[in-house]
């Protein structure tokens, strides 16, 4: 194995390796060496994986404990973010410092205690007290999450709050008097006669809209957000089944693209993180929850599986969106 192999790559510093570690080490290998597009080190990615073998292998030939990457991950944070216990608590018993500021302020301690690891942090010496609202407050993002768990459609799903139905249609360049709802049971075969792309548009009973299209469609095309935003709103879509990444558009713009499993950083929206993104193991939600849950609370729009099935929506051709 090369030594670019070596520096820190995914997948080199883990258990079943341990034999060529161990060698690799005794000949001289530094156990802080840095990636540099990244300037992780070893110990972050023995975290990551849960490699506590590697750990203190790694640790004992002279590793920091708490080395910070180039976002200002510690290895410990990389073991809460990975959901990785023992890594966790090899780290901690090696002295890692669970309430330093890693990422926009927060600790690993601090983000650890909003996932399933929290009772390995609440009693250190040092743990900050969390307000009942923003408990609170996660408790209920977190309930909402969960009422997604059995979200096993193929639909691309795009909500669009601060915007009526009809102005949606309006906006995609029809009447709402030219596409009056359809019957649950009849919009396939509508879709199948009237030819062309169309959008199902409808309004569920929370409140916003839902622009939705069958399994096997193109996702929501950009031309499409911004037309439904500019003049005011804001859309975010996804497939939530499939996908991992939601696009979000404000007033005619697309300002952003997050993904379920990119690390966060500092200029990361409050919903990113209520919603456990960049959390790659340590909640136990799965990405749709997350992504259904993400655009909940971008634009307050609701849905249950059973509205997407039962309700009358309207089709709006959108051939002329690019």
């Known amino acids: 194995m090369s030594d670019d192999g070596w520096s820190g790559d995914v997948g080199v510093w883990r258990d079943t390796n341990l034999e060529e570690i161990r060698a690799r080490l005794a000949s001289g290998f530094d156990p802080g060496r840095r990636l540099f597009w990244l300037r992780s080190t070893p110990l972050h990615q023995a975290a990551q ?3 506590t073998q590697v750990i203190e292998l790694l640790l004992a030939a002279g590793a920091e404990v708490d080395p910070a990457d180039r976002y200002g991950a510690t290895p410990l944070w990389e073991a809460v973010r990975h959901g990785q216990e023992d890594a966790v608590r090899t780290l901690l018993d090696a002295g890692a410092d669970p309430w ?3 990422i926009a302020g927060r600790s690993p301690g601090v983000q650890a205690l909003f996932t399933e ?3 390995m942090f609440a009693d250190l010496p040092g743990a900050p007290r969390i307000g009942h609202r923003l408990r609170d407050l996660q408790e209920t993002v977190d309930e909402m999450m969960f009422s997604y768990e059995d979200y096993a459609e193929g639909f691309c799903l795009a909500f669009v709050g601060g915007v009526s139905e009809e ?3 309006r906006r995609l360049g029809s009447s709402p008097g030219l596409c009056p709802p359809v019957a649950a049971g009849a919009l396939r075969e509508t879709e199948l006669t009237r030819g062309g792309e169309v959008l199902r548009v409808a309004c569920p009973p929370g409140g916003g809209v839902v622009l939705a299209q069958p399994e096997g469609s193109l996702p929501v095309r950009d031309g499409v957000a911004r037309m439904v935003t ?3 709103g804001v859309l975010a879509g996804a497939f939530p089944d499939c996908g991992s990444s939601v696009d979000i558009w404000r007033d005619g713009f697309n300002v952003g693209r997050p993904s379920v499993y990119d690390q966060l950083s500092d200029d990361s929206p409050l ?3 209520m919603c456990h993104f960049g959390d790659c193991g340590a909640h136990p939600s799965t990405s749709a929850e997350r992504i259904l849950a993400l655009m909940t609370l971008l634009t307050g729009v609701y849905v249950t599986e059973e509205w997407l099935w039962s309700a009358p929506m309207r089709l709006v051709p959108v051939a002329s969106a690019t």
């Open 49 to 51: 994986e849960g490699a």
């Open 167 to 169: 102005e949606v249609v």
């Open 230 to 232: 500019t003049g005011g």
């Open 117 to 119: 690891l929290a009772d």
């Open 100 to 102: 330093r500021p890693c």
């Open 271 to 273: 919903e990113l993180w």
